[in-house]
């Protein structure tokens, strides 16, 4: 009897935890396709589409972004001419 017990709370304890392991995981999944969409939206933004759902301000952050990058690039190609 006392194994019988012992056996039947070990296997609720079980699934319990698999329902928790599950239930976290579906969270991070959820997390991790947000930040991935949030990504290809930045992505397509530095690529000069869909831009027409930005603000003038994010516009502008934008547009200094870029300008950093360039002035990054001109100067690392002018240290290898």
Same mark, same amino acid.
Not at 37 to 64: F, T, Y
């Given at each position: 009897?006392?194994?019988?017990?012992?056996?039947?709370?070990?296997?609720?304890?079980?699934?319990?935890?698999?329902?928790?392991?599950?239930?976290?995981?579906?969270?991070?999944?959820?997390?991790?396709?947000?930040?991935?969409?949030?990504?290809?939206?930045?992505? =397509?933004?530095?690529?000069?589409?869909?831009?027409?759902?930005?603000?003038?301000?994010?516009?502008?952050?934008?547009?200094?972004?870029?300008? =950093?990058?360039?002035? =990054?690039? =001109?100067?690392?190609?002018?240290?290898?001419?």
């Amino acid at each position: 009897m006392e194994r019988y017990k012992k056996a039947s709370s070990d296997s609720s304890s079980t699934a319990s935890v698999t329902e928790i392991n599950a239930q976290y995981y579906q969270q991070e999944s959820a997390k991790l396709r947000q930040q991935i969409q949030m990504l290809q939206n930045s992505n =397509r933004h530095l690529m000069g589409d869909s831009l027409s759902a930005l603000s003038v301000k994010e516009l502008k952050q934008l547009e200094n972004r870029l300008e =950093r990058g360039i002035t =990054r690039i =001109r100067s690392k190609k002018a240290t290898l001419i």
